[in-house]
């Protein structure tokens, strides 16, 4: 199941940033997001603290750009749920308030 999930995530993501979703993000961030989704494509496992680290990244996604479609946003959602996540943009991390 993990393997399908990184899978997902990766692909998701890609969707995303041809996308723009993170084109806001420094050139430095852009190359640690990459450097980690190449490691879950190639070797289906990163280390918690990149983990954390590209889930912190993800949250600095802009879901709501002009190009974002709505079947990269559901992939996105379905990419998150397999970890525990909301896919709603800035919540990655901390939870929903009401």
């Known amino acids: 199941m993990k393997t ?5 995530l990766v692909n998701a993501t890609g969707q995303l940033m041809q996308q723009h979703a993170f ?9 640690r997001m990459q450097h980690y989704l190449h490691r879950l494509g190639k070797q289906n496992a990163i280390l918690d603290r990149e983990k954390k680290e590209l889930f912190q990244l993800f949250s600095e996604a802009d879901l709501y750009t002009e190009t974002t479609t709505p079947q990269s946003l559901q992939q996105w959602q ?3 749920s397999c970890f525990g996540k909301t896919a709603s943009q800035g919540s990655l991390l901390e939870p929903l308030e009401g």
């Open 78 to 80: 379905t990419a998150m």
């Open 23 to 31: 084109d806001h993000l420094s050139d430095e961030k852009l190359s």
């Open 4 to 8: 399908n999930s990184y899978e997902l």
